[in-house]
């Protein structure tokens, strides 16, 4: 059983900056992709940024430019920077990882983390 614990959020104000961090634990055949996704009130969940393996990463628009994706060597740990924070980067930050159930490689299952805050005020 793969566990997500993420941490770094918090208030911050319009313009500042936060660091995200999830670590991942338990996947004993690897990971293959993390993903950071938010969920503000009343809206749906939204994916941020990704990044695999492979190091193929990929941004919503309405984050390029300010929020940066990167992980460990291991791919045990990523990051999300989030610069030039605004009012709508307001939510609740969800780790997401593709693990591998099999040595082989040919099987795949989702896991989430609890999420963190991230306020910012105007």
């Known amino acids: 059983q793969v566990q997500l614990v993420e941490s770094g959020g918090g208030l911050v104000q319009s313009g500042g900056s936060l660091r995200l961090s999830c670590v991942a634990s338990?996947?004993?055949?690897?990971?293959?992709?993390m993903r950071w996704y938010r969920q503000a009130p009343g809206k749906q969940r939204e994916m941020v940024a990704s990044?695999?393996?492979?190091?193929?990463?990929w941004y919503r628009d309405s984050v390029k430019g300010r929020f940066t994706i990167s992980r460990d060597s291991a791919m045990n740990t990523v990051f999300l920077q989030l610069d030039k924070l605004n009012a709508e980067d307001t939510a609740v930050y969800l780790c997401?990882?593709?693990?591998?159930?099999?040595?082989?490689?040919?099987?795949?299952?989702?896991?989430w983390g609890q999420g963190t805050q991230v306020t910012v005020s105007s």
């Open positions: 990044i695999s393996k492979e190091d193929e990463i």
């Open positions: 338990g996947a004993i055949f690897g990971i293959r992709l």
């Open positions: 997401h990882a593709q693990a591998y159930l099999d040595s082989g490689r040919r099987q795949l299952e989702d896991y």
